[in-house]
């Protein structure tokens, strides 16, 4: 199975939104509702942000939100503030019943 | 509050097999609700997932890694394992193990993870 396709790198300024694609394939995103996204702070464990494709954890902030269209899953994040500054990750169930992870996306908050 | 602790060598040798325990505390392994496994970093990329098994023994593995991956459980211990076999440096990475919702790919629970180094 291959990794998801996430862009390797995105920035923003305070205050401003930014969206994170994460490209699939009719095998995984595009099959199912059920992609999570992950943040992950330097040294330490993923972060669960959103799962079901646009369902957020208790305590994860409403500026986090998830979509998907097609094979293609979406993150944006609005309001952008310098501690949303990290890696993200998105994960989807597979067709074959395996779980793939995107390859991540590092966030820079000017 | 549900913790998982991850245990195990640090410096495996390559060729050899590298053998983690992930402690479960806080609740129990059995739920039917949860799937339990183990997902690697190495050092500077991404996160690969390794597998994962449901309490009753199930299993579901990468397959690029499934030749040499064994996942198992020990209910009574409230633990699960990570057996990896004939070892190289490209398996070098923290490993962390984590629960996976039984619907889709949440995982809400990972540990905090420990560094394998493979080398001589």
């Known amino acids: 199975q291959s990794a998801l396709t996430q862009p390797a790198s995105v920035s923003g300024s305070p205050g401003q939104s930014i969206t994170i694609s994460c490209i699939g394939t009719s095998s995984d995103v595009g099959s199912y509702d059920l992609v999570s996204w992950y943040q992950q702070h330097p040294g330490k464990a993923p972060k669960l942000m959103i799962y079901e494709g646009s369902k957020r954890p208790s305590g994860i902030s409403n500026r986090f939100s998830g979509s998907k269209s097609g094979n293609t899953a979406s993150l944006t994040i609005s309001g952008l503030q310098a501690e949303d500054g990290a890696d993200y990750y998105c994960?989807?169930?597979?067709?074959?019943?395996?779980?793939?992870f995107g390859g991540g996306t590092k966030l820079t908050v000017l | 509050q549900l913790q998982l602790q991850e245990s195990g060598p640090g410096l495996v040798k390559p060729s050899e097999t590298l053998s983690l325990t992930c402690t479960v505390s806080g609740g129990s392994i059995s739920s039917s609700s949860y799937y339990w496994g183990w997902i690697r970093q190495p050092p500077g990329k991404g996160l690969e997932w390794i597998g994962s098994m449901y309490y009753s023994g199930s299993t579901y593995y990468n397959p690029s890694l499934k030749s040499r991956v064994t996942i198992s459980v020990d209910t009574s211990k409230n633990q699960f394992s990570l057996k990896l076999s004939s070892v190289t440096a490209a398996d070098t990475a923290v490993y962390y193990c984590?629960?996976?919702?039984?619907?889709?790919?949440?995982?809400?629970?990972w540990g905090q993870g420990t560094l394998v180094t493979v080398s001589s």
């Open positions: 994960c989807s169930y597979t067709s074959i019943n395996t779980v793939v």
């Open positions: 984590a629960r996976r919702r039984v619907r889709g790919v949440t995982i809400d629970y």
